[in-house]
């Protein structure tokens, strides 16, 4: 049996409460952001978080061979519609999370701007065999600021026999 691994995301319609309004003017329609807009964006405003962003952008700027491109214009409007369309409800509220029988993996920090984390929870309690992690001091980029961590416990789920053994 496959299985799901979903970072920083949350259900359609799910909560709101707790975004950051100033995401739209950071993040905005511009593909291009900035390095202090990534760090705003991704992690927390504390010294150790913010630092982890930093150490991640250099990680990330030393990179040479298989560079991902940046998106293009017509892909972060396509990623707003996209968006405005998931924040939609349709049918019974969270009702196509039960329909999922994959073993999933729901992981995020623990204050997300840009998804508030309790769409994490909600994904976990209404995802038949779900199993969340919450990263601490973190926020959508916990992947990032606990990149060998992730790394572990991502692997950890994929790879063992029972998905949450």
């Known amino acids: 049996m496959r299985r799901l691994v979903l970072v920083g995301t949350g259900p359609r319609a799910g909560e709101f409460e707790g975004q950051d ?6 993040g905005g329609h511009d593909p291009k952001i900035t390095d202090d807009g990534f760090l705003f964006l991704f992690f927390e405003p504390s010294e150790t978080s913010q630092q982890a962003g930093r150490d991640f952008l250099a990680r990330r700027h030393q990179r040479t061979a298989d560079v991902v491109p940046r998106s293009s ?7 707003v519609g996209a968006m405005a369309k998931w924040r939609e409800q349709v049918g019974e509220r969270w009702s ?6 994959q ?3 729901v992981v995020n920090g623990s204050h997300d701007i840009m998804v508030p984390t309790t769409n994490s929870y909600i994904l976990q309690q209404h995802i038949p065999n779900a199993q969340l992690i919450i990263y601490p001091d973190s926020g959508h980029g916990a992947l990032f600021q606990y990149p060998e961590l992730f790394v572990n ?4 789920f994929l790879d063992s026999e029972r998905a949450f053994g």
């Open 21 to 26: 309004p100033k995401i739209y003017e950071v």
């Open 153 to 156: 416990h991502v692997s950890r």
């Open 103 to 105: 073993p999933t993996l």
């Open 73 to 79: 214009m017509q892909v972060a409007k396509a990623q």
């Open 96 to 101: 196509e999370l039960k329909t999922i029988q």
